[in-house]
């Protein structure tokens, strides 16, 4: 077949290759037509087709016995007992925010929601990952502040609580920021509705809000082109989020769903029309008839603007003819726009008409399966971090121990992050027992129908991009035991796993290289810790002009617990009424290390490389400390984590409003390591706990081989650390104001 | 109607749930936890199916579109509740119910965006100013209550000859203690009546103060007050 | 015809939206902008024909538009 | 000289509020009202003297009063 040059470079400026835009014409058995080209140039982005990341995500372990849906589904879904399932995902809106922080923000929450609810899931949480650059730069400031405001804006507003989530400023964000959102729903396990269509007749009804020019061009687009001073030609297409139209949608679509009158559910996300569509065809291994004639529109629009738009709070459902007329009734309920736009076939074929005109016809397997994919060719550089934007050190040389802990307490990325969370609704539910800073993890009650089970859902997310950076194999493993000790110090067990990958154009050597090792050591923990990965998503192409971002693999994880009323949290507790002081340990096999830590890049020493550690002893230790918790055995429980020992202590310190008396000597002599480095070093596989001298002592008995070493205890008012020859004493009121200022002090 | 000796009269509360509320569940337990009966009223219905006194619960109804509470206050069971509330039948809003109140001209003043122009949700304290109201009677007079705020439209603002009526008539019922105002309100008002004191408006949210697992139990009282209050509603 | 609705914070009411723009200029290079309010503006197309349409707006305003103990308005007619 | 803003939702763009009021006129008993459109009121205090202060003015809109990505912006010069 001979293809003509103008037409390669149509598909070519719509992100194709030549070869793929020939592949096409093959599939096709002739040239597309313009709306044929622009939906496969959709259907065919990386962003809908995973080209690059497919075969590597197969790798990852999907299985485990209490896995409903795994990945391939809108979100994944886990048993949890008494007839319910919790669904969850996690989502990036990177570009969109980057663009528009406040609607990329807002329509992120929005998708990830419809992801949730797409499968008869009733959204009860969300948690969000952030990234931005310092905060000395105005654009991340202003990033920062109109991401926060976009998220609490629709999450508030469609009334889901915002549990979690956690913010990272490093100079790799500059030009990238990412937004990562995460959704957690709640369905009995018989009400989740697949997106699979089926049944040749049946209808094909798109529910929810007017179609306009929104993202036309958009989120497909621009995930899969790097961003640079052309940003401008890409503006226009900004989508806009409405939480009104959303809250009616959920309510609607749960409706539907619990009345049993849908055959399947799907959000439009991405490529809008044109995606979903095609996806429910492809999983029910039939064809769609549709006629862009019958969907309301908001303005005039083209048959292919149709097809590509991404208006926001939108799904489309199969319903059988029969049952049509009350699925319009419930719409009508919600005030919420219900169109017949077409109709199930046994064709295999999605067909677009505009009334009686043909206007498109594409083989199913064709937009979906038949996407060429391609293999990565990572290479390993010489120096991992030479490809990164570097931050000033902030931090003089000859700081003492005591200037390094406040300068780490009050560094943006680990002080306080209260100035964004009272911006969200952490309460809308009345599930949340364990609100942001009480503990690691969010705890919510499980409870539906306004039956309380008496038991909890932990949920947390994690992923530190610099430590990636250094290792991605090790940072990537850390980031699911972070996670999974941040669910062990509320005493839940995690139940899956969802994530996104962050990362920068998979097409260069060494991106994919980091692509390949961090999702292989991903894959490790979580086999490791014996933790199914249900569902996930991947942003590729995040670079500018000053190089890519860190590596950024963000995990999400969910977890249950026995017992809501028994959860833990991080903050130490004075003795009552002269009461013997609770004691402190360090639980785990901690190995503390400056490579990677945050005082390592205050320091502006960052280099290369993680030590390695051993996934089994650290499961060993989590395992230990979650027992612990349920049982009540410890009045306290919090990981080490960003800034080290030292930080972590002092969280429980400001948290508990008491101080402690510690010294770091154990620490120091059995990992050999110097007083600085037992004070600030970092790694996996620590928790600090505190309780009765008793209990601690029954713990350090069950310990055995996981680590367990007496440090002091708790009481005063001032956080005394000794290690070896370097000494801290601080005021408690001192460290939090510190603490609590480091983030707030610095946006307007 | 008689309340009998000692005895608790149970009413029936009716919600309102307005495209975009977000806090009717959490009101409808919270009733529930009280010792009542909760019941939702849906916005477009004309009649308050025999509740015998109504929460307006928060949220973004109607999306707050225009002005928080604006369009909400016109639908038709606000008719009702209107009818209702003027007959002297306890009428509490609660955040965006306040706001709907307010608009509706059944509680004095106007809510005004937060002098931090962000939203804000966070624990605080509130004193019990009066207790002879509708929604405070099992309050002792200046108890502290701990509850959450959360919402970004919440100062609280009249003008001055309405402000100080407001304070020589003891309407203020609620008030942030010194130091915790989280929004700007005049005279650090968290709660006002009107001057039958049936109707009652807040911007904290008792409803999520009603489980110690969840924060606090503080916020029951305001739904226990009815069932004391019970007795005096105008048949 | 279609109509411009401007709504302003009352006199005397604090603006925390006009104080922040305030507050934001001089750092963008903007000395001495001052008396900064931030309002809303409504327009819309209102059908002639039955009577004054002005006064009409005027009622919208009061009942919906705009909440007359916190806000004052103005009626503009625009013709396009 | 005093100096007036008007913010629009750009045309095309999703206004949910200019939505959310167009469809609750009706049933205020104005029926017909359509083209509802939501923005934003700036009116400011601008130094005149150095140079031309509406061409000042546009640039804080594109800085810092507009978001021109969504909206569209009028500058008015308005005369107490
Ligand atoms: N990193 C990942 N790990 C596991 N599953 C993934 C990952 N990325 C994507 N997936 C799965 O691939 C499918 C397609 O994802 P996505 O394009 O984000 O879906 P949607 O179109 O519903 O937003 C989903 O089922 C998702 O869970
Ligand atoms: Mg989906």
Known sequence: ?748 | MSAGGGSIFVVRVGVVVFPGSCDEADAYQAIERAGLEAEYLWHGERNLRGCDAVVIPGGFSYGDYLRAGALARFSPVMEAVSGFALEGGPVLGICNGFQVLCEAGLLPGALLLNESLRFVCRQLHVQVERTDSAFTGACEQGEVLSVPVKHTTGRYFAPDDLLQRLEHEAQVVLRYVPGENPNGSLHDIAGVVNEQRNVMGLMPHPEHATDPLTGSTDGLKLFSSLAVRGATVPA | ?80
Request: with cysteine; proline share 6%; aromatic share 4%.
């Open chain 1, 1 to 748: 077949m001979s293809v003509q040059q103008a037409d390669v470079a149509r598909a070519e400026a719509l992100g194709l290759t030549a070869s793929e835009y020939e592949r096409i014409c093959e599939l096709l058995g002739r040239e597309p037509n313009a709306l044929e080209l622009a939906v496969f140039s959709l259907l065919w982005s990386e962003h809908c087709a995973y080209k690059h990341s497919r075969k590597l995500l197969s790798t990852l372990p999907t299985e485990g016995e209490r896995v409903l849906m795994g990945p391939g589904e809108n979100a994944g879904a886990v048993d949890v007992g008494d007839g319910l399932a919790v669904a969850f995902k996690v989502e990036s809106h990177n570009h969109p925010s980057a663009v528009e922080p406040f609607q990329g923000a807002a329509t992120g929450v929005g998708g990830i929601l419809r992801d949730v609810f797409a499968l008869g899931a009733r959204p009860i949480a969300v948690l969000d990952s952030l990234r931005f650059g310092n905060l000395d730069s105005a654009r991340s400031r202003y990033l920062l502040e109109r991401v926060v405001a976009g998220i609490a804006s629709y999450g508030n507003s469609v009334g889901v609580a915002t549990v979690g989530g956690e913010i990272y400023f490093e100079a790799p964000y500059e030009q990238n920021c990412l937004v990562n959102a995460m959704c957690v729903g709640l369905v009995p396990v018989g009400g989740m509705v697949r997106s699979a269509a089926s049944g040749p007749g049946n209808v094909v009804v798109l529910i929810g809000a007017r179609t306009g020019r929104d993202g036309i061009g958009g989120a497909s687009v621009l995930a899969s082109a790097e961003l640079d001073e052309s940003d401008e030609d890409k503006r226009p297409s900004v989508q806009i989020g409405d939480p009104l139209e959303e809250s009616k949608l959920i309510e609607c679509c749960l409706e539907l769903i619990g009345a049993d009158l849908l055959v399947a559910l799907q959000d439009l996300g991405a490529a809008g029309l044109s995606s979903s569509s095609s996806e429910m065809a492809s999983k029910g291994g039939v064809g769609l008839d549709l006629d862009v004639s019958k969907v309301p529109l908001r303005e005039r629009l083209e048959p292919f603007e149709i097809m590509i738009s991404e208006s926001q709070e939108r799904m489309l459902a199969v319903v059988e003819p029969a049952r049509l007329d009350e699925v319009v009734a419930v719409c009508r309920k919600w005030e919420t726009n219900a169109a017949s736009i077409g109709t199930v076939t046994d064709t295999m074929r999605l067909r677009v008409f505009n009334g009686d005109t043909l206007e498109g016809d594409m083989p199913v397997t064709a937009l979906v399966d038949e996407c060429p994919l391609y293999d990565l060719e990572p290479v390993e550089p010489a120096d991992p971090l030479a490809a990164f934007a570097t931050s000033r050190p902030a931090l003089p040389a000859g700081a003492d121990p005591e200037q390094t802990l406040l300068a780490l307490l009050g560094s943006p990325s680990i002080a306080s992050k209260r100035w964004a969370f009272e911006q969200y609704d952490f309460l809308v539910g009345s599930r949340t027992v364990r609100r942001p800073e009480h503990a690691d993890a969010a705890v919510l009650k499980l409870a539906w129908d306004g039956n309380d089970t008496g038991r909890g859902l932990a949920m947390s997310i994690d992923g530190n991009g610099r430590r990636v950076a250094c290792d991605p194999y090790i940072g990537a493993a850390e980031a699911v035991c972070e996670c999974a000790a941040n669910l062990a110090c509320v005493g839940a067990e995690p139940l899956g796993l969802t994530n996104c990958l962050n990362f920068g154009n998979p097409e260069k050597p060494h991106i994919a290289w980091q692509l390949t090792r961090a999702v292989h050591g991903m894959s490790a923990a979580c086999r490791a810790f014996g933790v199914p990965v249900v569902g996930g998503n991947v942003s590729l192409y995040n670079e500018g002009p000053e190089g890519p971002i860190y590596p950024t693999p963000v995990v999400g994880m969910v977890g249950e617990l026995p017992e809501s009323a028994a959860a833990g949290s991080s903050a130490f507790q004075a003795s009552v009424d002269g009461g013997d002081a609770d004691m402190v340990a360090l639980v785990g096999p901690f190995a503390p290390s400056l490579m990677g830590s945050e005082l390592a890049k205050l320091g502006g020493t960052l280099a290369g490389g993680l030590p390695p550690f051993d996934l089994a002893v650290v499961r060993q230790a989590l395992e230990l400390v979650r027992e612990a918790v349920r049982a009540g055995a410890v009045r306290s429980a919090h990981d080490v984590s960003d800034g080290g020992l030292a930080v972590t202590v002092a969280e429980c310190v400001i948290q508990g409003g008491v101080g402690a008396t510690l010294d770091l000597e154990p620490l120091i002599h059995r990992a050999e390591v110097d007083p600085r480095a037992a004070l600030f070093g970092e790694g996996p596989g620590g928790v600090v706990v505190s309780g009765p001298r008793e209990s601690l002592m029954e713990l350090s008995k069950k310990a055995a081989g996981s680590g367990f070493l007496a440090l002091g205890t708790v009481g005063g008012e001032r956080l005394r650390l000794t290690a070896g020859a370097a000494t801290i004493d601080v005021s408690v009121q001192d460290a939090r104001s510190v603490f609590s200022s480091g983030l707030s002090g610095l946006v307007p």
């Open chain 3, 1 to 80: 015809m279609r109509v411009r609705v401007l709504i302003r914070p009352k006199e005397g009411i604090l603006d925390p939206q006009g104080q922040a723009v305030e507050r934001a200029l001089p750092a963008l290079g903007y000395e001495g902008v001052s008396n900064v309010h931030v309002g809303r503006l409504v327009e819309l197309d209102v059908p002639d024909g039955d009577g004054d349409v002005e006064a009409r707006v005027e009622e919208m305003c009061e009942r919906l538009l705009a909440n007359p103990l916190i806000e004052s308005y103005e009626v503009q007619s625009i013709d396009d």
